[in-house]
Every structure is written in structure tokens, then in C-alpha cells.
């Protein structure tokens, strides 16, 4: 019977009172078929849609489960016999760290909980990252717990990897490493001061061996472009706080370059406005393609990727002919462009001594120019400064450049790879993998069996940065430590471990409780 005077209905169903769907609300539990019956002859004939098949197929694997009547593991809990005092059960407790992770640092407060990382946040009481965190730092706990991490140490045989031991690696590498005319490092940029003690240790044990540092994302010109403008071959101090107009082409330093996390901190201090401070900074980036940082900007000057080079010098062109400078040629640019960085360049000289330029490109002469606009605006000393420069992206384009040339020429005989995938993401990966061949004894001391790892003759697994003791210098005279949260979970060591061992160091002690922990107060 229809019900006239009902408001609210389940479904079309209902307020049609459809006589399947009336002969449903009867039944409050269906009765469904057995696992028999969808096995028989008559059912297998019957042709079923995709939800019942799905549905049948369900109920029949929980029904052989049920049937199988296996006894579940027991997992046991033994309780401390001496529990220590800080560890409560259902209480987080939290470690002071810092983690360097894909070109990333930042100091972390590592929350656990019955000895295992759960989470990470920043460490608000740093004055250079103000508490902020990135995702990759953020990511770091799931790469901890990665299914894909090397259990142990391993080496080629025959085209495959086979399982190794420690002895039977440190073994093979110190005899090697002992024949081997000429041994490269290759690894990331090392901000660590103790991984550094560790390279100076080996290159004393075996005098041919030279670090070789590059970054995925380079800022090789900008080294470069600085030794060539003050004879200093680093990157700058940025004070993006202190700087009341802000201009950055194709640098997108709230999201991929150089500190993100440090500058974004910067950023936001002078992007505010209160009671107190009535104005804030303007902001305008000149870019290809948006990026955080752009979309955070009051401006975006859009050029093409390759009229980065001209609005840079256009730019100049235009600062100088307000400040007394003198010009150089540059190359055609769009007339919306001129335009917009004409306008921009009177701002720019309406705040000398309060702006910031900075640059993303990777092309030294273009980094000169940028560096030329600063000291126009006379910035130096300002906005940027070299006082506690950044000791982050250190790596040299020719200096890989080289290395891969030498690997092809057959002029290296060793090859460690630390903490790095060079067979990735180089711009000339295919001949570095090419080069690889032509080594007789190659290492690969990462986490995980990337592209690098998988062609290497021996994989000396490291541990994950949770796992291990250290100390990062970022910045020029601001040090921060990195302490475990979690034991070892794999078979694996610390990369200056293992670089410790093979140069057969007297500073490290691998028969003691806390080996690294050890070698870190003696640095």
C-alpha cells in the first residue's frame, strides 16, 4: 500500500514502492547462496555481471579460510625487566634530531612510541627553519618502514645480485681499494662535518682517491658566478625578511631551491600585516611555468624558458640606467615583458639597499648579471650576505662532468657511490652507465637498490637517517646533531661507517657498543 503522506524516501525505489524492494525491507538479513551452489554445472552456464562474480568470488575464498581452520601466529610480548625510565606504554616520547633528506634540512622533533618513529614535525626552537618542515622530511618515517630497503649486503655474480656478508665485503673492498690506482667518492652535496673527518681519513689511506659532490638540481653557476664576482665559491646568506621588493626568475625558493624551508620562514615574517607594521613586501617572479613560489607572488612576469637569460639582462639593463651603471647588449625580448620589467626595475630603485634579486638558472653568465643587479642596489651587506653562507649545493658540474669522462677513458678503477643515483638522474646517465662498465670495483652505498645500486659489482646497504648517528652544518657555523630514534631494522651500516672501516681508521672502534656514536664525540 502507497503511502501518500511520507516526505522522506530511501530511494526512487521506495517512493514508487517498487515489489522487490518492499519484499527487501522484509528480509533483514539476505539469505545468500552457498559456496557449493555457484561450483554447480546449472550456475557455471548462467552468464553473471561483474558485482556478482566479485560478490561470489569473496564469499567462496573467506568460506575456504574459515575451512582451512589455521592457527594464527602467536606473537608474544616480553615485558622489560628493567624498564627504562622514559619509556611509558601509550606515551609518545620525542627526540631531538635533524634530517637532510633529497637536498631538504631541516631540525625535526621525532615522535615515537615503543621505540618505533611515528611522525615527524619541526623543531620550532631552530632559528634558521623556525619549526617549518617539507614533505620530503615529513616522508621520512615511510621510507624508513619501505619494503623496498636492502635487507643486507650483497654482490654481482654472474649478472645477479647474490647475498654477501659484512666480512666478506670489507674484505673484497680493502683489497680492491689497496690495488686501485685511481678511487672516486661520488655522492649528493655532504653537509655532515664527521662524514667529511671520514673522507679526509680514507683519501689519507689511499692518496689517489678524490670526492666528487654534485646535485640533481644544480646550482653550480651560481658557485661559479660568485667566485668569479668576490672570489667566494658558495652560495649566499639570503634575507628574504629584510627586503621590502623581492624578484626571483625561475627560482622557485618557497618550493625546490637551495632552502625552501629556511626561506619560506624568511618570507612569511615581511608578508605580514598587523597594528604595528602597516605594509608588507612586494613580491613579483618571472617565470615559464607556474610554481609555488609564483603562485604566492602579487606578480608574475610570464616569459618563455629560454627569455629567462634576456629578462635577467633587460632587467639589469634598465636598474643601471637609474643607478648610474653602465649597460650591456641583450637579447630581443617580448614587448609585454619589457613593459612589465621596465615598471619593475623603478621599484627595484626605489628600494636600494631593501630588494633581492635571485636567479634559478644554472648558466654562470647569468648569475653574474644577477649578481651585478644586487650590487647596483647595493643589497650586499643587506638582503644577502656571505657571513653564515649556505653550505648547501656545493656540487660542481664539471667536476662530474669530468668523473663520467675519466670512468669512460677507463681512468678509474674504483668507484664508491654514496647516497646517490647517478644513473638517474644525472643529465648524462647514459654515459655514465656506460663509464660504469669500464670500472673494476664499484660500491653503491645506498638504502635502496636504485638504478646506480642494481649495476654496481658490491650493494653496502646504509642505514636510513632515523637510524643512525651524525651532524649537519647547513650553514656556515650553525651545527645541528642527528641521533637514532629506532635500532637498525635491516642488516645495514652508516655510510661513514663503512668508509671508516675500509680506510682501517684507529678512531673507530667497530667492537664497540655505539661505534659511530663514539667517532661523533671524537670529531
Known sequence: MKNHHKDVWIGVE?????????ESLSQEFKQLPIVESITDEKTLDVSSNRRDFLKYLGFGLGAATLAASCDIPVKRAIPYVTKPDEIVPGVANYYASAIVQGGDYCPVLVKTREGRPIKIEGNSMSSMTGGGT????????????????????????????????????DKAATVSLSSAKNIRILSNTILSPTAKNAVEEFTQKYPTAKLVQYDPSSSSAMLLANENSFGKKVVPN???????????????????WISPIEYAKAYAENRKINNKKKTMSFHVQVESGMSLTGSNADNRIQVKPSEQGAAIAYLYNEVAKLTGGSTISAPSLNAKATAALCKLAGKLAGAKGKSLVVSGSNNTAEQVIVNKINYLLDN?????????????????????????????AGRVDALIVWGANPAYDLPNAAEFVAGLENVQTSISMNSVGDETASLCSWQAPASHNLESWGDVEAKAGQYALVQPTISPLFDTRQAEASILVWSGSSNYNMEADQPMYDYLKKG
Open 238 to 256: 639570503y634575507h628574504f625578511n629584510k627586503a621590502e621588493v623581492i624578484v626571483g626568475v625561475g627560482a622557485d625558493f618557497l618550493g625546490t
Open 134 to 169: 617539507s614533505a620530503r622530511a615529513q616522508a621520512a618515517v615511510l621510507s624508513l618502514y619501505d619494503s623496498s630497503r636492502l635487507r643486507g649486503p650483497s654482490k654481482m655474480e654472474g649478472g645477479e645480485l647474490k647475498p654477501a656478508t659484512w666480512d666478506e665485503l
Open 380 to 408: 650586499y651587506g643587506n638582503t644577502l650576505d656571505f657571513g653564515a653562507y649556505s653550505l648547501q649545493r656545493q656540487g660542481v658540474d664539471k667536476d662530474v662532468n669530468d668523473l663520467v669522462a675519466d670512468m669512460n
Open 14 to 22: 521506495d517512493k514508487t514502492q517498487d515489489p522487490e524492494f518492499i
